[in-house]
């Protein structure tokens, strides 16, 4: 998983991307490497979002579309028929603050957490 792509997932405004598209981006997050590189299924897609596979399809063609996300030419898989997608809205420049202790998620005792 990338906190970065999971993080920069979180941050699409409304404007840009739609409540299904900011989904299937979570879970394409979830499933990339640190590169911003994934290859989820259909399947998988489908189990992780709850959507159905025609709208898994129309989704990622519609963040493909909007430039949230590209096919990189290659291929994974057991079968090496999926194909391999990055993740373009990331910021590779930017450090993550998911576990920065001035977000209340560090151990700090003054981030509100009891004793």
Not at 6 to 33: I, M, N, P, Q, Y
Request: hydrophobic share 35%; proline share 3%.
């Amino acid at each position: 998983m990338s906190t970065k792509a999971t993080v920069a997932t979180w941050d699409l405004k409304a404007s840009l991307v739609t409540s299904t598209e900011k989904l299937f981006l979570l879970a394409c997050a979830d499933r990339a490497g640190e590169g911003h590189e994934c290859w989820p299924s259909l399947a998988r897609l489908c189990a992780d979002t709850s959507l159905d596979r025609k709208t898994i399809i129309k989704v990622r063609q519609s963040v493909i579309d909007k430039k949230l996300m590209e096919y990189t030419g290659s291929f994974q898989g057991h079968s090496g028929q999926i194909p391999v997608m990055r993740l373009t809205y990331v910021d590779n420049s930017t450090v993550s603050e998911f576990t920065s202790t001035k977000n209340g998620t560090g151990t700090s005792p003054k981030n509100g957490t009891a004793d």
